[in-house]
């Protein structure tokens, strides 16, 4: 899992709230510190907090966790054929 990515969604959705790093840290019962390192990659919520986070900003945790870059947009040739193979 790559914790930046995690960060950069959390980092997204409260800017969107307009909330800084120590209120949203507030409403969540952790420091500034803890959201400032999770926005920058270096750690990662716990599960029970990432359910806090995505009550807070109205999405799941999935949502939370997942990374848009990493799915191609288009599927091309190579997912296409990977995709018959697994339904085989």
Known sequence: ???YVT???IRKLREERGLTQAELAERINYSDKAVSKWE???SMP???TLVQLAELFGT???DLLV???ALPSETGTVQ???GKVVEK
Do not use: H, L
């Open 1 to 3: 899992m790559n914790t």
């Open 7 to 9: 960060g950069t969604t």
């Open 40 to 42: 920058r990659g270096e």
């Open 46 to 48: 716990d599960v029970v």
């Open 60 to 62: 799941t945790v999935q």
């Open 67 to 69: 990374d848009p870059n």
């Open 80 to 82: 296409k054929t990977m």
